[in-house]
């Protein structure tokens, strides 16, 4: 059996960068990619992995600065994968990122927008409020480690706050390793799902092990004395079980007050990461499709509504259209309680339509994409049958973004009118961006 090859620390000087914050240097005649350090600077490093054309490596020190570089905020930065861009300014990761949006569309979509828009932006700190903790007890630690995963190890950060979770979560991460510690399934608890709304937050503890009255009991505590929703989740989202408080008399939910709209939703659902920047995004998205009274609008990928039941406000007629019955039950709900009738929603997997759908060929004035990293390239495909006049595409996948837009203007008949970044995940590589397109 061949015999691991031992690393041992290096150092080299920076290139170059990637838009995740990775460095490259040039070492013996291949590149290495090091996590953290910025072009021009001299690091010390160490290998973490090998690939075919490049190594991954970790930074053990900054001996030469950038004067790009700053002090990260969060003590965890650096072996915490939650974020990958604290040690530079807002500013800094904003050009990385816009810069990033504009490759990819000229590289892979070979488009360029007529206008560049400005950052979208919102709060830096505190404004994550959807996230998975993971969950490990660790007897050599004598802990119980809550947080996310490491950056160059599947392990987890031993971490004690998180400068991006909306507070309180922010510093309840010792109050949660304490909780944990003192279950008898402590072992068998492997995620602790955090969903923050406007009246309340949310905790669902997913364990693989039913816990027993004693567990039950320090769970409920814990729930009544940080005001949080405790449920336990044995199995698939549909195991969903509330016990504590023992009954509520309203959902989770979020406003968008510009469209007197309310938004109810479960703490499994799909909502967007960062409240301030989603209702920045809800009002441009909805400015540049400009639907009038007559208009007929098509939102795809419509999840429970965050899109649809405002454009409903503006629009003749609104079909959301989305892949999960529960998403779509609940966006039909929401629409019920915000009094809109001129809005309708239907069950439908967009990654296998065929353009012979009823819906496809109803024509449709303005359509808004919002879907997963793996893009719309189905339905940008079958565009002209849709012949809307305007389409917005938010997307949070820049390549599959550029993919996309290749084909809209290429095959379908549309130039690309502006694009630009959202700031929705600061500090971290995550490029969330919007698109407009017109027709020719």
């Known amino acids: 059996m061949a015999r691991k090859k031992r690393w041992e620390p290096e150092t080299a000087v920076i290139e170059s960068a990637t838009h995740d914050g990775r460095g490259i240097a040039a070492v013996s005649g291949k590149k290495v990619f090091v996590a953290g350090a910025l072009p021009g600077e001299t690091v010390a490093f160490m290998r973490r992995k090998s690939r075919r054309n490049f190594d991954e490596a970790e930074l053990l020190e900054v001996i030469e600065a950038s004067t790009d570089r700053i002090d990260a905020k969060c003590e965890a930065f650096g072996r915490c994968g939650g974020c990958s861009l604290q040690h530079v300014s807002d500013d800094y990761q904003r050009n990385i990122k816009s810069q990033t949006l504009q490759d990819n569309l000229e590289r892979i979509g070979k488009v360029e927008a007529e206008t560049w828009l400005p950052p979208m932006l919102g709060p830096i700190w505190g404004y994550r409020r959807r996230a998975r903790l993971a969950v490990k007890d660790v007897p050599a630690k004598g802990r119980v480690l809550v947080g996310f995963r490491e950056r160059h190890a599947p392990f987890i950060t031993d971490m004690h706050r998180c400068e991006v979770l909306v507070e309180p979560m922010g510093g309840l991460i010792d109050a949660l390793s304490d909780l944990v510690a003192k279950l008898s399934i402590r072992a068998r608890l492997p995620q602790i799902e955090v969903a923050i709304a406007e009246n309340s937050t949310a905790l669902v503890f997913r364990v693989l092990d039913e816990p027993d009255a004693t567990d039950k009991e320090h769970l409920i505590a814990f729930g009544a004395e940080n005001n949080c929703r405790i449920y336990l989740q044995p199995g698939g989202l549909d195991s969903l079980q509330l016990i504590e408080p023992a009954s509520i008399d309203e959902a989770l939910f979020y406003t968008l007050p510009e469209f007197d709209i309310r938004i109810d939703f479960e703490p499994v659902d799909f ?46 007629t609104v079909l959301g259209i989305e892949g999960e019955k529960t998403l779509v039950a609940r966006a039909a709900e929401n629409a019920h309680k915000n009094g809109l009738s001129n809005v309708e929603f239907r069950v439908a997997d967009l990654s296998k339509i065929d353009g012979t759908e009823p819906w496809v060929k109803a024509g449709w004035d303005r359509v808004l994409l919002d879907p997963a990293r793996s893009g719309a390239a189905e339905v940008v495909s079958r565009m002209k049958l849709l012949n809307p006049e305007r389409i917005v595409y938010v997307s949070c996948h820049p390549g599959t973004l550029a993919r996309d837009a290749a084909t809209l203007v290429h095959e379908q008949g549309y130039h690309l009118e502006s694009a630009g970044i959202i700031d929705m995940f600061p500090h971290t590589a995550h490029v969330e961006s919007i698109a407009v397109f017109t027709r020719d």
Do not use: T, W
């Not at 920047?277 to 429970?304: K, T, W, Y």
């Open 271 to 316: 909502v967007q990461v960062n409240s301030d920047i989603n209702q920045r995004m809800v009002h441009f998205a909805i400015e540049q499709l400009s639907p009038g009274p007559n208009d007929r609008v098509l939102d795809l990928f419509c999840g429970i509504g965050n899109f649809s039941l405002p454009l409903a406000r503006r629009s003749g």
